[in-house]
């Protein structure tokens, strides 16, 4: 009985450092979570109703080593740098929604990105 107790009393204590861990996202979806943002901010797309807000959210959760928040930083950089450059050639903006769908599609499946039709 004692023992039962001592399990209970530990997965109490436990679950809500469970939950945050679950809740926290990884490092890898951190930063492809900001190359989908990237890619839904860019000027060219903004005609498309996609809605990032709740991954912008859980983006903001959390601490994040320098070098994740810098490979985050430099994944958005890259985004907003080629894009000019790929919306410019024939067929670059249906080649940019491709690569924003590639990039979120994740996100959709969990709900974070909603992409409404347009």
């Known amino acids: 009985m004692k023992r039962i107790l001592a399990i209970a009393a530990a997965a109490a204590v436990l679950a809500p450092a469970l939950a945050v861990a ?12 900001s190359r989908c943002i990237s890619f ?6 903004q005609s498309d109703s996609v809605d990032v807000s709740a991954l912008r959210t859980a983006v903001a959760r959390g601490f994040r080593s320098e070098s994740v928040s810098s490979d985050a930083r430099n994944e ?3 985004v907003r740098v ?4 790929i919306a410019a050639a024939e067929g670059g903006v249906d080649e940019l ?12 499946g969990t709900g974070l990105v909603q992409a409404h039709a347009s």
Do not use: G, N
């Open 40 to 45: 839904a901010d860019l000027p060219q797309l």
């Open 97 to 108: 929604r491709r690569r924003r769908d590639e990039a979120c599609s994740s996100f959709v």
């Open 22 to 33: 679950q809740e926290r996202m990884s490092d890898a979806h951190f930063i492809a979570a």
């Open 82 to 85: 080629t894009a000019p450059s």
């Open 76 to 78: 958005a950089r890259r």
